[in-house]
C-alpha cells in the first residue's frame, strides 16, 4: 500500500512560512491499494488539495473518519469529488451513544455552518462503522473506539504483509502515573502491536502535556513509549500543535528521538511524505 | 492481540485516580481491577491477587448474610448487574484473609457501550455505617 499525508496539523490550519515544511492542513492521509482501492483516512482541510489530484479514472472513494472534530471534518464539502456525480463516495464513521453517522454529520454539513445539505451530494453513502473487522477493496479495516474526548475511533488497515496503525487523535496516557501500562491495559494497542507504520498524535511536548492533560492528545515522548510497547517498526508523528512552527517541530523531535529502542524509526509527519509498505 | 475495551479502561484509570473503593469485572465476572481504597477495605493489594475468575473472588473474602449466611456468588451486586443488566445496591458482610469482619454497602452497575454490549460492570461500596 501507499500511504501520503496530506494534512498533518492537528486542531486548527496553520499555514504560513513558520510551517511550509511540516504542513498547516489538518489530518487527512489517502492510502491507496495495488487494486486500485482508494481510502482517505479523516476529513481535515488536507482533502481539498488531495480531491484536486485525484484523476478521472477515480470512480469510488472511501472516506474512513476518526471523530467530528472540526478539524477532522472541515474539508469535507470542498472536496471535489463529493460534486461529482461520476465518483461514488462511501463515508465511513461512528455513531455516538444516541446519534448515527448521517446525524452526527449533517451538524455540520448543513446550514448555518455549511450551504449544501447532505441530500444534496449526488453519490454519497453513508456507513455506520461496524463493530469489528471488514473489508474495503484489498483492505481489511480494524475500527475501534480509543482514548479521546467524545466517540473516536482509529484505525488498523491491512495489506498482504502491511500494516498501516491510524491514530491520529489519541492520548493513552490519560490517567496513568507511570506511562505505559502493560499492553492490553492501553489504549489503542489492539490497533497498533507490530504495525508496520504508526501514524500517531504528538501534539505536544512533554511540558505542554503536563498543562493539557485530558484534552486528548498525546505528547511526542508517549507517542515513543506507545510504539514501543506496540512494537510497531516505523512511527510518524501527527497532529502537530499549530503553535509549533517547523523549527520547534525539529527540535522536539530530535530531543525525543535521541535515544530510540532498537528496530523503531521515528519521522515526524510531514504534509506530502509519502510511505510505500 | 488481547487488549480491554477502551471502556473498561478509561474505567480503571478513573477508579485508580478515586479515594472510594471500585472493584471492576468483566463480562464474565472476571475481577480485572481493584483500585487502592478497594484495597485497603478488602485487605489485599490488587498486584498479590491479580486476575481472578468470579468462583474464585466471589468467595475470597467469604460474603455472608446479617444472619451468618453465606452469601451466593450470584447473589452478589456485581454479580447480578453483569447477569441482569441494572444497578443494584445491597449490603451484606465479607471476612478478610486476615479474619477481620468489614459490613459493606455496595452500589453496582453494569457498564454498557454504545452497541448496548455489556462490558462488564463497577462496584463502589465503603463500610456500612453500622
Redesign the interface.
Known amino acids: 500500500m501507499k500511504v501520503r499525508l496530506w494534512g498533518t496539523r492537528g486542531s486548527v490550519a496553520s499555514p504560513g512560512p513558520d510551517t511550509a515544511r511540516y504542513g498547516g492542513n489538518t489530518s487527512c492521509v489517502e492510502v491507496g491499494g495495488a487494486d486500485g482501492t482508494l481510502l482517505v483516512l479523516d476529513a481535515g482541510t488536507g482533502i481539498r488539495p488531495l480531491g484536486r489530484v485525484l484523476g478521472t479514472t477515480v470512480r469510488r472513494i472511501h472516506i474512513l473518519l476518526t471523530h467530528f472534530h472540526m478539524d477532522h471534518v472541515q474539508g469535507l464539502g470542498f472536496f471535489a469529488p463529493l460534486y461529482d456525480s461520476n465518483v461514488e463516495t462511501h463515508l465511513w464513521g461512528p455513531g455516538s451513544a444516541t446519534l448515527n453517522l448521517r446525524a452526527r454529520l449533517m451538524r455540520y454539513l448543513s446550514p448555518p455552518l455549511f450551504p449544501v445539505h447532505l441530500r444534496d451530494l449526488p453519490r454519497l453513502v453513508l456507513h455506520d462503522l461496524p463493530t469489528g473487522e471488514f473489508d474495503i477493496g484489498e483492505f481489511r479495516v480494524r475500527s475501534d473506539r480509543v482514548c479521546h474526548p467524545g466517540f473516536t475511533v482509529g484505525y488498523r488497515i491491512t495489506a498482504r504483509d502491511a500494516t498501516l496503525t491510524y491514530l491520529s487523535d489519541h492520548e493513552p496516557a490519560l490517567g496513568v502515573p507511570r506511562f505505559p501500562l502493560a499492553a492490553d491495559w492501553t489504549s489503542g494497542h489492539a490497533l497498533a502491536h507490530d504495525a508496520t507504520l504508526l501514524v500517531h498524535d504528538a501534539h505536544y511536548s512533554l511540558a505542554e502535556y503536563a498543562q493539557h492533560v485530558g484534552w486528548g492528545h498525546s505528547a511526542l515522548e508517549h507517542a515513543i513509549a506507545f510504539a514501543e510497547l506496540a512494537r510497531a517498526r516505523h512511527l510518524v508523528t501527527f497532529h502537530h500543535d499549530p503553535a509549533h512552527d517547523d523549527d520547534t517541530i525539529d527540535r522536539l523531535t530530535a530531543a525525543a528521538t535521541a535515544s530510540l529502542p532498537p528496530g523503531l524509526r521515528v519521522t515526524a509527519g510531514a504534509e506530502g511524505a509519502v510511505f510505500e509498505l | 492481540?488481547?487488549?480491554?475495551?477502551?471502556?473498561v479502561?478509561?474505567t480503571?484509570?478513573?477508579a485508580?485516580?478515586l479515594a472510594m473503593p471500585v472493584f471492576l469485572v468483566d463480562t464474565a465476572g472476571t475481577l480485572v481491577f481493584y483500585n487502592e481504597p478497594a484495597e485497603a477495605m478488602l485487605g489485599m493489594r490488587f498486584e498479590e491477587t491479580g486476575e481472578m475468575p468470579a468462583a474464585e473472588w466471589s468467595t475470597l473474602w467469604s460474603p455472608f448474610e446479617h444472619d451468618g449466611t453465606p452469601l451466593a456468588p450470584e447473589r452478589l451486586p456485581l454479580m447480578i448487574a453483569v447477569a441482569e443488566r441494572r444497578p443494584v445496591h445491597g449490603d451484606f458482610w465479607i471476612r478478610r484473609t486476615d479474619g477481620a469482619r468489614r459490613h459493606i454497602e455496595a452500589t453496582a452497575f453494569p457498564l454498557t457501550?454504545?452497541?448496548d454490549e455489556v462490558l462488564g460492570a463497577v462496584v463502589i461500596f465503603w463500610e456500612a455505617a453500622s
Not at chain 2, 2 to 7: D, G, K, L, T, V
Open positions: 492481540m488481547s487488549q480491554h475495551p477502551i471502556e479502561i478509561l480503571r484509570q478513573l485508580s485516580t457501550r454504545v452497541t
